[in-house]
């Protein structure tokens, strides 16, 4: 066990200034967007950018892709969350059970169909698990941009996971990120419950 943990201890201090610079800017994405934050996006831009090379490096190639979509993603969040006139007083939304169900279903088709052909047609590393982790992020940045509440439950399965597979590539601040992640996503359905619960009350008492 000692041995781990010295392996462990040793691969942190060796890790590059670029796996520094996105878990930092990583962190800040996820804090700032707990408190529905407008400059959460920002970092979120430049976490992706930074991972889309280490994920590649590592053969991670279909976090690398999640990644680009991050991107993407970080730029419609801006955009989105810019068109509200409060940003930090948006409202909070819940998906009816089969918004999940839909997502769930067609999600782990996804997950299963690029896991195979990644491990049929490449050298991708943990195939299975890297699609599941990317295929599900998908929908769950989605719903982060669109303030539905239950985008934290999704990140506390997926981030969990997640500690796993970046350890597996010898990504270990990358994966202690995820591990912080899963704390996070944690406070932050906290959070966004309480706000939907304030918004649902004062809705339901206007005359």
Known sequence: MNSILNNIYNSILQTSIWEWLAVVSSLLYVILITYKVLAAWIFAALSSVLYIYLCYSNRLYLESILQVFYFGMAIYGWFMWTS??????????????????YNILISGALMLLFGYIFDQYSN???PYLDAFTTIFS???????AKKV?????????IDAFSVYLFASRGLYMTSVLFILYT?????????WKRQFNLDKTLIDNLP
């Open 84 to 101: 509200d006139d409060d940003t930090k007083d948006v409202t909070v939304i819940q998906w009816p059970l089969k918004y999940h169900i």
């Open 149 to 157: 509440l239950e985008n934290w439950i999704y990140w506390i399965i």
């Open 124 to 126: 991708q590393a943990n």
């Open 138 to 144: 998908l929908m769950a940045t989605f719903m982060v």
């Open 183 to 191: 704390l996070i996503a944690i406070f932050g359905y906290f959070s």
